[in-house]
Every structure is written in structure tokens, then in C-alpha cells.
């Protein structure tokens, strides 16, 4: 497993995997904890600074944080399995999280709020990403795959596009191209551009 991990910390941060020198505070650890639950799982790697050294974890304290974390502030709370490695005589904590079939909210000041992983981020999902989420969820099948034919054609032309832009040019309300974005993105036909703290969408190649 050393030669697994050695690998795994020389690639760095992605969609599955997270570092962390030390506990931050438990509401980022139950944003990043849901946001793969939400998405596809992944493992969130304690006692690692973000290039990949390793700074080494005291990993009963940590992990007694994280399992705090989530039972505090995730809803509904979510199973994890944690491993221990001891690399350069410096412990590791993996707190390893599997893809959930609910969709779990972080209770952030007393509102829920919904995260996904996108590349190494954890953000707060927007109205469009709520939809897909619950259609990924129910693994919901789409069949009127021509009446998102109008939306792709304008995405076609476009290196990317706020939901916004979308509207103006599709002349549809907004809510229609939500939903119609929502479709796409679990099709597998776009995918999510972040721009300046922004969702916006392009074809995926």
C-alpha cells in the first residue's frame, strides 16, 4: 500500500482525493466529507500539506475530529472507514468516503447547504448542479434527448456559458434551462467551467 500512497501524493489533489496538514475546523471537513459523498466518494488524507509532503497527524485526535464533524454537521450523517499509514516515521490518517445514494447538506449556521467535488474543490452546489444531483441520485433515465438539442447547439458555439447568457440566447425562462442544464450535465454532454468564483458550461470533449 506505501508504493499506492507514494503514488497517490506524488499526483496530488483531484476530484477524489484531498490533503490536509491538520483539522482546520470540523464545518471544512463536512463540506469536503459531503461533497464526495455527494459526487463520486473519495479520500481525505490527513497529516499531508497540499504539495504532497507529508507533515504527519496525531491520527486518534484527528480522527475523533472528523467523526465529530460529521456527525455534527452533516445531514443526513454519512459512513466513512479510515486507515493509518506511517511513511518517513510520520502517521497518515485516509478518512476514505464512498459515493452515497442520498444527497447529504451541511448544516452551515443553521441552513443547509449542498456541496460537490469539481476537480480538488468542494462548492456549494447552485440550482442547476441541486437538479442534477437528484437525477443522478435516482439514476433517472432521459429520453427527449431532441428537446436539449436547441440548448447544445448554442453551447456548440461557444467555448462557455453562464446560465444567464444561456437565457438570453435561447430566449427560454430560466428554470426550463436549469433543468435542461441539469439534464445535459447527467448525459454526460457538458460539463462545468469555473470562471471568477462562477458556474458556466461548455460541451465536453
Do not use: W
Amino acid at each position: 500500500m506505501n508504493e499506492d500512497l507514494m503514488s497517490i501524493l506524488q499526483n496530488g489533489e483531484n476530484e477524489t482525493i484531498e490533503f490536509l496538514t491538520n483539522i482546520e475546523d470540523e464545518l471544512t471537513i463536512a463540506k469536503i466529507a459531503s461533497s464526495f459523498a455527494n459526487t463520486n466518494g473519495g479520500s481525505l488524507f490527513v497529516g499531508v500539506r497540499k504539495n504532497g509532503k507529508i507533515a504527519g497527524t496525531e491520527p486518534s485526535e484527528s480522527f475523533s475530529l472528523i467523526s465529530n464533524a460529521i456527525d455534527n454537521y452533516c445531514s443526513p450523517s454519512l459512513e466513512f472507514e479510515s486507515a493509518i499509514y506511517q511513511l518517513d516515521f510520520k502517521i497518515i490518517l485516509e478518512i476514505k468516503i464512498q459515493k452515497s445514494t442520498y444527497i447529504h447538506k451541511v448544516i452551515d449556521i443553521n441552513k443547509p447547504k449542498i456541496y460537490i467535488r469539481y476537480n480538488n474543490f468542494s462548492l456549494e452546489a447552485n440550482t442547476v448542479l441541486k437538479r442534477y444531483l437528484e437525477l443522478n441520485k435516482k439514476n433517472v433515465s432521459i429520453n427527449a434527448i431532441e428537446e436539449l438539442q436547441p440548448l447544445l447547439n448554442i453551447l456548440k458555439n461557444e467555448d462557455f456559458l453562464s446560465i444567464t447568457q444561456l437565457v438570453k440566447k435561447i430566449l427560454y425562462k430560466r428554470e426550463k434551462v436549469e433543468i435542461q442544464l441539469a439534464q445535459l450535465l447527467h448525459l454526460n454532454k457538458i460539463e462545468i467551467v469555473l470562471l471568477d468564483g462562477g458556474f458556466n458550461y461548455r460541451i465536453k470533449n
